[in-house]
């Protein structure tokens, strides 16, 4: 049995959102929507996502990176969503290993998110099912299609190309390559779920910086008044 996934590479992700776009796009009109956006905005945002990217900075100031970590389901060889689901609605196709829900059985019980210790799962409070990420099933399996447009949608769209589909177990993939001789590894293995998606890890840089880099020469502070001293905030500088 084939196990179709993906490969994302830290290293090249620069945090575009063209992949969470392309995905609302496709799949709001596709055969997994809609993706209601209630509330996108105010204090209590609500909203339907297949895909995620979380940006961090690490380190310490000077040597500070921002690293984008998109996130969707990963369709796990062993996926803890689809034995507590109550009615059978989460399953996994035995023919591609893609892990997907069924709407007409879902009856929103949340039993699923519970489950996924990813936090992949999705509520959507308009039709009240559970709704993930599904590898846009209805691309990658629509035969009508050119061979290289059956991919998901987020894949044809990054430009830095920081997403790599294809079959995990086939070891002349190419996700397959890419994760042996680039590292590749799967999230939070000690789950036991078996993740088909792979991320390629970060290549550390060492980082050259000038101490006269760290002061900006068109500080706006300057014009107005003088820099607060060592250990004073903008609070303590008098006016």
Same mark, same amino acid.
């Given at each position: 049995m084939s196990q179709m996934a993906?490969?994302?590479?830290?290293?090249v992700c620069v945090?575009?959102?063209a992949c969470v776009t392309s995905c609302k796009e496709w799949n709001t009109s596709g055969w997994a929507g809609p993706m209601p956006d209630q509330r996108p905005y105010d204090a209590d945002p609500t909203g339907v996502f297949f895909n995620r990217v979380q940006t961090y900075e690490v380190g310490e100031f000077p040597c500070t990176e921002t690293?984008?970590?998109?996130?969707?389901?990963?369709?796990?060889?062993?996926?803890?969503?689809?034995?507590?689901?109550?009615?059978?609605?989460s399953y996994k196709r035995e023919d591609n290993g893609v892990v997907l829900v069924d709407y007409d059985k879902c009856?929103?019980?949340?039993?699923?998110?519970?489950?996924?210790?990813?936090?992949?799962?999705?509520?959507?409070?308009?039709?009240?099912?559970?709704?993930?990420?599904?590898?846009?099933?209805?691309?990658?399996?629509?035969?009508?299609?050119p061979e290289n447009e059956r991919?998901?949608?987020?894949?044809?769209?990054?430009?830095? &190309?920081? &997403?790599?589909?294809?079959?995990?177990?086939?070891?002349?993939?190419?996700?397959?390559?890419?994760?042996?001789?680039?590292?590749?590894?799967?999230?939070?293995?000690?789950?036991?779920?078996?993740?088909?998606?792979?991320?390629?890890?970060? &290549?550390?840089?060492?980082?050259?910086?000038?101490?006269?880099?760290?002061? &900006?020469a068109d500080n706006p502070l300057r014009e107005e008044m003088e820099l607060p001293i060592e250990g004073e905030t903008l609070d303590d500088v008098a006016w």
């Amino acid at each position: 049995m084939s196990q179709m996934a993906l490969v994302i590479d830290l290293n090249v992700c620069v945090g575009c959102h063209a992949c969470v776009t392309s995905c609302k796009e496709w799949n709001t009109s596709g055969w997994a929507g809609p993706m209601p956006d209630q509330r996108p905005y105010d204090a209590d945002p609500t909203g339907v996502f297949f895909n995620r990217v979380q940006t961090y900075e690490v380190g310490e100031f000077p040597c500070t990176e921002t690293l984008h970590f998109p996130k969707s389901c990963l369709h796990c060889e062993d996926p803890p969503c689809v034995p507590v689901c109550p009615t059978g609605a989460s399953y996994k196709r035995e023919d591609n290993g893609v892990v997907l829900v069924d709407y007409d059985k879902c009856i929103g019980c949340k039993y699923c998110s519970w489950a996924c210790p990813y936090g992949a799962r999705e509520f959507d409070e308009k039709n009240k099912v559970m709704k993930k990420c599904t590898l846009c099933i209805d691309r990658i399996t629509d035969m009508s299609l050119p061979e290289n447009e059956r991919k998901p949608a987020c894949v044809l769209a990054c430009p830095t &190309r920081a &997403r790599i589909y294809g079959d995990v177990h086939d070891p002349e993939s190419e996700v397959s390559i890419a994760i042996r001789e680039q590292g590749g590894y799967q999230l939070q293995p000690e789950w036991g779920t078996q993740p088909a998606n792979h991320y390629l890890p970060r &290549r550390k840089t060492r980082m050259h910086i000038r101490e006269d880099e760290l002061v &900006r020469a068109d500080n706006p502070l300057r014009e107005e008044m003088e820099l607060p001293i060592e250990g004073e905030t903008l609070d303590d500088v008098a006016w």
